[in-house]
């Protein structure tokens, strides 16, 4: 795809109401979930400059590193385990407004402020088959608003 999708301008509704559509063309005629991993990451990052932006599969009972945007990460993480195996074992979304205030944070990165994680729910059978998780390093970042939109363009997966 040759043209940019960094979206500047307009507010957080905006910028995801836009998002969105991109997402939707983009994931509409790809079957590989990697590739469509790959490229959703890149485009949130990309859009709101996060400090990290990526996904978590489910694999062998715990979550294995997936496609990601940002610096170093954590390889694994288990079922009820910090923020992203707490949203999975919930199968719910977590807004962590100060990660040091989360029971059990994983502390990948001491950059990382605020987080939130969506999870991927298969479409048949409900499961969480990954999780899209991404922090902020300011604190408060994340709100109903991203987690409305971000529930939105996992569903395309």
């Not at 983009?26 to 469509?36: C, H, K, P, V």
């Not at 074992?89 to 402020?113: M, N, W």
């Not at 109903?144 to 569903?155: F, G, N, S, Y």
Request: hydrophobic share 40%; with cysteine; proline share 3%.
């Amino acid at each position: 795809m040759a043209e940019r999708l960094i979206i500047s301008e307009g507010g957080k509704e905006e910028k995801y109401a836009l998002l969105y559509s991109q997402v939707a063309a983009l994931t509409e005629d790809e079957s590989d979930i990697i590739a469509n991993m790959a490229n959703i990451a890149s485009m949130i990052h990309s859009t709101f400059g996060f400090w990290w932006t990526g996904f978590y599969r489910v694999k062998d009972k715990q979550l294995i590193l997936g496609p990601f945007q940002g610096p170093l990460a954590c390889s694994r993480i288990g079922f009820g385990k910090g923020v992203c195996g707490t949203a999975w074992k919930l199968k719910e979304t977590v807004i962590v407004p100060d990660v040091d205030k989360f029971p059990g944070h994983i502390a990948c990165s001491s950059a990382s402020r605020s987080e939130i994680v969506v999870p991927v729910l298969d479409r048949t059978s409900q499961e969480v088959t990954a999780v899209l998780d991404i922090d902020s390093d300011s604190l408060d970042t994340f709100d109903q608003t991203d987690r409305l939109w971000l529930e939105k363009i996992t569903r395309l997966i």
